[in-house]
């Protein structure tokens, strides 16, 4: 089955430091990954996709990731980080198999909690 | 647009009791969806629907029951609430197309439910 991994339960980080959060996955096939992030008491929002091309992906408020096929990777990055940008971010990836009504599900990884400290 | 939106925000159920948590969009999104969050667990998808008429099951499907009369609604029902099901439950919509199936998710603000 699909899935995705973050390995770390939180992150913190200085602002106007560069932040990286980190995602692997298990796919078979080719993967569609998704950034979601979850600021307090609200509904996730969703950063950005990749599902082909270029490695690298820029998404909403200054946020990019890097799809790295050899390792496995898509890691969130930005290049300086800001208090605001504190929250629960989650990596994302499309199921291999459409369920019986013919489209996709999506499995969600556990979440990682970044801190970005003034 | 209001987007995708949740009632209640919050319930407290004791065990045994039945309900049903709302979600309606405003946007003609076919697929809809929803999940739980736990703390460690992440979100984990409950039951989802790609129209009117059509749902499928998630991951975890146990306990909940749904269904999709029209585009806008998608109703979740407890029918027996158990602790367990104490979770913080978010409703989600999407477009759909058959053609790339790759598209992201609104979310709704979430209802937070605890069942004693």
């Known amino acids: 089955a699909q899935s995705v991994a973050q390995p770390e339960d939180q992150v913190n980080v200085a602002e106007g430091n560069p932040l990286t959060v980190k995602c692997t996955y298990s796919v078979s096939g080719n993967p569609y990954l998704f950034w979601y992030v979850q600021y307090p008491n609200r509904g996730l929002q969703f950063l950005l996709k990749?599902?082909?091309?270029?490695?690298l992906v820029k998404g909403s408020y200054g946020f990019e990731a890097e799809f790295n096929k050899s390792q496995t990777s898509f890691h969130l990055k930005k290049p300086s980080a800001l208090v605001s940008d504190s929250a629960l971010y989650f990596c994302a990836v499309r199921d291999k198999d459409r369920g019986a009504s013919g489209t996709y599900k999506y499995i969600f990884g556990t979440g990682t909690r970044l801190k970005v400290l003034a | 647009n209001a987007g995708v939106t949740q009632t209640p925000k919050f319930q407290v159920l004791k065990t045994g009791q039945s309900m049903t948590l709302q979600c309606a969009q405003d946007m003609n999104h076919e697929y809809m969806s929803w999940y739980r969050q736990d703390p460690g667990m992440g979100l984990r998808l409950i039951h989802y629907s790609v129209g009117a008429g059509i749902t499928d099951q998630g991951e975890v499907p146990n306990g909940y029951n749904v269904s999709r009369s029209t585009t806008e609604d998608f109703p979740l029902r407890l029918l027996s609430a158990a602790p367990s099901q104490t979770s913080v439950y978010f409703c989600?919509?999407?477009?759909?197309?058959?053609?790339?199936?790759?598209?992201?998710?609104?979310f709704g603000p979430g209802t937070r439910l605890t069942v004693t």
């Open positions: 990749y599902i082909t091309g270029d490695n």
């Open positions: 989600a919509s999407s477009y759909l197309t058959y053609q790339t199936d790759i598209y992201e998710q609104y």
